[in-house]
């Protein structure tokens, strides 16, 4: 949403509110006046690492009602469906990778808030193969073997 102040003939931002029109206002008036419409930024809690395929919960620690919240991330898929929390499923990885989580706000009136960014480390779990499960001689050893019929 963008602001539009009415400005004079002289390119100066005019105070409606004076009962002069010549009024203008300085350059930090005009910016704590945009601050004050500024939504607030989120605050988020996740942890540092997690491993890749799994489901990770972020906390926005300053959730206000009527605010929306818009996720991004590289590390997976984020599902938001309101409320202080979202889940993040790690996607699969080849060794660990750090990644950010961003969210911005929006509240209901105000214009859009800074961008948040956490990182978060995705885990590699290497996939272990169990030495002792060998069905290559399955046929031999089932021949070998009296007594069943395979």
Not at 19 to 41: P, Q, R, V
């Amino acid at each position: 949403m963008d602001i539009v102040y009415p400005v004079s003939g002289n390119g100066a931002v005019i105070d409606d509110n004076a009962i002069a029109t010549n009024k203008t206002w300085s350059s930090d008036k005009i910016n704590s006046e945009f601050a004050e419409l500024k939504s607030d930024a989120p605050i988020l809690s996740l942890p540092a690492n997690a491993n890749e395929n799994t489901n990770v919960t972020i906390t926005i620690t300053n959730y206000k009602d009527n605010t929306d919240y818009y996720f991004n991330t590289d590390a997976g898929d984020i599902n938001y469906n309101g409320g202080n929390t979202a889940t993040l499923t790690t996607k699969e990885v080849e060794e660990d990778t750090q990644f950010a989580v961003t969210c911005y706000a929006v509240e209901a009136g105000k214009t859009r808030s800074d961008t948040t960014t956490k990182n978060i480390t995705v885990l590699n779990v290497p996939v272990v193969v169990d030495g002792s499960i060998n069905n290559a001689d399955f046929d031999a050893n089932a021949d070998a073997n009296d007594g069943f019929e395979y």
